[in-house]
């Protein structure tokens, strides 16, 4: 099972914002992504990497995924499947249908300091959205 520790940002609500995906294959390879997003909120900017994250997998034929966020909404909202804000709702609609295209998928919640690979290329990518 492959590792995807996922990571939205902005600066400013709305900003500039990043998506980072740090994918771990756990036989030694691994893949950075750092997607800049152009101008949204932080929440977005999570659902974007969210979105953007199980795009990348389903095009390398990943089908059993283990996905960690630092995003309690993110995490909560694709448990539950389902987001009260009508904002998100499209967000999630276009998660769901993507993941249930998985063999075996989870989400996990995990600390900031735990997902520090992806915060990193977040970060870059809101500098990247200024070039």
């Given at each position: 099972?492959?590792?995807?520790?996922?990571?939205?940002?902005?600066?400013?609500?709305?900003?500039?914002?990043?998506?980072?995906?740090?994918?771990?294959y756990k036989?030694?390879?691994?893949?950075?992504?750092?997607?800049?997003?152009g101008?949204?909120?932080?929440?977005?900017?999570?659902?974007?990497?969210?979105?953007?994250?199980?795009?990348?997998?389903?095009?390398?034929?990943?089908?059993?995924?283990?996905?960690?966020?630092?995003?309690?909404?993110?995490?909560?909202?694709?448990?539950?499947?389902?987001?009260?804000n009508?904002?998100?709702?499209?967000?999630?609609?276009?998660?769901?249908?993507?993941?249930?295209?998985?063999?075996?998928?989870?989400?996990?919640w995990?600390?900031?300091?735990?997902?520090?690979?992806?915060?990193?290329?977040?970060?870059?990518?809101?500098?990247?959205?200024?070039?």
């Amino acid at each position: 099972m492959v590792d995807v520790y996922i990571d939205g940002a902005s600066a400013g609500n709305p900003g500039f914002s990043g998506a980072g995906i740090f994918i771990n294959y756990k036989n030694g390879q691994v893949e950075h992504h750092s997607i800049p997003l152009g101008l949204l909120s932080n929440h977005e900017a999570e659902y974007e990497a969210l979105l953007l994250a199980l795009d990348l997998c389903l095009e390398r034929g990943l089908t059993m995924v283990s996905f960690r966020t630092d995003s309690k909404l993110i995490d909560e909202a694709v448990e539950k499947r389902y987001v009260k804000n009508k904002r998100y709702q499209p967000y999630l609609h276009k998660a769901l249908e993507k993941i249930d295209t998985f063999d075996l998928f989870f989400m996990k919640w995990v600390p900031s300091n735990q997902n520090k690979d992806a915060d990193q290329l977040a970060r870059r990518a809101i500098r990247e959205n200024a070039k």
